[in-house]
């Protein structure tokens, strides 16, 4: 009877020392709200991708923490949005990676032109070695860098003329992103560089302030770009991956285990928002194509004569980075093109 009661007891132990456990493992999750804002349009694998993400992280936490989706620019561009967050106005944003070089120069190497010739090479990179380090970069500049999601190969467009030759782009005002490398790359290909932030793009086709713009064929798509431009050049001039952040601010707020379901859940969306990128790209250019766009492809002759003018550029801005870095990355790249 004695060992009997011992077994019962020890039973009972046992499964209150499990309960309390599992309860207290849930109370590790507390009530936060987030605001994720992007300028990402409605409908775009970035948008498709922060969706993902409020999915997972509501069903992680069991809707303990709410995540608050802002698209197509409504709370401010990229470059503002660096800014809300070290200043804790907005907790999470997806940006482009090399707009973060106004903070570390390193960071100019993922907009090397023609540096990426295929996305397993780019995640290669950029899930690899490399671009932990520039992640890790951040924390001294009130961001946390959580991953890389992405927006595929840029290509060019414009409503004056096809572009198959580096000799087309001479003379047209072409809309970049506002960093220092894409303005000097349109430079040297004898455009007009005008840097704008993304929501006030279509305006300036439309009005034709600008020529032309270049960003990945589903953001052409997705912000409906076609109504205002005529001719689209598959270029693949830029490798596109995005920086998911949080603000310093509020990550200091969380716990261990909060932070680990955030970041879990941030690469758990990069999955499927890489997915959704690959193959809307080229779904995305038949699309444009039936809306009545001209689509050029160039040639791969053509191509070597963009690298041979933009070489100066790519070589300027190779001397902003960590020569060691660089070094890492162009080994990674060797590798990644080896094992294709």
Known sequence: MRNGLQAVLASAVTAGMLLFSGMGNAAEI????????????????????????????????????????????????????????????????????????????????????????????????????????????????????LGYWELGFRQLTNGR???????????LKIRVVQSPIYI??????????????????????????????????PSILTAKLNEVQKYLTLSNHMYNPQAVLVGAKFWAKLNEDERKLIQDATLEARDYERRVSREQASKAVDELKAKGMTVTELAPAEIEKFRAKIRPVVEKFSQKVDPALMAQAQAEIAKARAAQ
Not at 52 to 73: P, R
Not at 163 to 170: G, K, L, P, R
């Open 30 to 145: 507390g009530a936060h709200t987030m605001k994720l804002a992007s300028a990402g349009a409605d409908g775009s694998p970035l948008a498709l991708g922060m969706a993902k993400f409020a999915e997972i992280v509501k069903e992680k936490s069991g809707g303990k923490i709410k995540v608050q989706l802002f698209t197509n620019g409504v709370l401010g561009g990229d470059v503002q949005m660096i800014s809300a967050l070290q200043g804790g106005i907005v907790e999470m944003t997806v940006l482009n990676a090399g707009l973060l070089s106004s903070l570390d120069d390193n960071f100019v190497m993922v907009d090397l032109p023609f540096q990426f010739d295929s996305p397993k090479v780019a995640d290669a990179v950029m899930d690899g070695p490399v671009g932990k380090t520039l992640l890790d970069k951040l924390s001294a500049k009130g961001l946390v860098g």
């Open 161 to 171: 003329r096809p572009i198959a030759t580096v000799e087309d782009i001479a003379g």
């Open 184 to 217: 000097d790359l349109f430079n040297t290909l004898g455009a007009n560089a005008v840097p704008l932030p993304f929501p006030e793009v279509y305006t300036a086709l439309e009005s034709k302030t600008v020529d032309g713009q270049e960003n990945p064929a």
